[in-house]
């Protein structure tokens, strides 16, 4: 196998590259290694963070393949498609008039299959996660849709699995981002009445108990 078809092989695979996507510009989540990170091994330069990421499903951008309707240059802008633009007066905004999701980071002509690339998108909005998986952006002012790529893997190693039901719930609600972000504050909200509400009748059953048997201690005294 020559560079070459090393190179399409890697990127159309999802595999990260050092000066390409492994920069001190993205961390291991980022990057889609979360089968690669330990929290549980000795101490490392990074690990707190990591730590803190994992805990709060922090993480705001991820790799992701694009498939592209032409010929890229590495480092374009990823844009909200047309669709998408509906975005805070306060974004940041390309030449294309769409919000600016991240970057391309690698290319690759696969001739008779098209062109694939691989990119940084921001997949948190309005403060929740929003899974990206099927939505149309603009690379450079072009189409492209995004797709998953067998390498990277998402599931931070102590995400609840509450943030994957709101994930699984706005992707299968919608195609927009603007959509998806919206079904994934729904959805976010709707776990947290439900588990406020479950919280309640735990107290409220432990309440019971205590009351009965706060009872059956002042029978033998009335007695």
Not at 47 to 69: D, F, I, P, R, Y
Not at 101 to 128: D, P, Q
Request: proline share 4%.
């Amino acid at each position: 196998m020559g560079e070459a078809d090393w190179e399409r092989a890697r990127i159309t695979q999802g595999r990260p590259a050092a000066g390409a996507e492994l920069t001190a510009d993205f961390n291991p989540y980022e990057a889609g290694l979360c089968h690669a990170v330990s929290l549980d091994k000795g101490c490392y330069i990074g690990q707190e963070t990591l730590a803190k990421l994992s805990n709060t499903n922090g993480v705001k951008q991820q790799l992701w393949g694009l498939q592209l309707s032409c010929r890229a240059t590495p480092g374009a802008a990823i844009t909200a498609a047309p669709a998408e633009a509906a975005a805070d007066s306060g974004s940041s905004s390309s030449s294309a008039g769409g919000e600016v999701l991240g970057r391309l980071t690698s290319y690759a002509n696969l001739e008779k299959s098209g062109h694939f690339g691989l990119g940084y998108i921001r997949c948190r909005k309005g403060g929740v996660q929003v899974p990206l998986k099927g939505i149309t952006v603009l690379v450079d002012g072009q189409p492209a849709k995004v797709v998953d790529v067998p390498y990277a893997t998402r599931q931070l190693p102590t995400a609840g699995a509450a943030a994957g039901t709101a994930a699984g719930a706005a992707e299968a609600s919608a195609d927009s981002l603007q959509d998806r972000a919206a079904a994934a504050k729904q959805a976010k909200q709707a776990e947290k009445a439900a588990q406020e509400a479950a919280k309640a009748e735990r107290l409220k059953a432990m309440q019971e108990r205590l009351a009965a048997f706060q009872a059956a201690q002042q029978k033998p005294k009335q007695q």
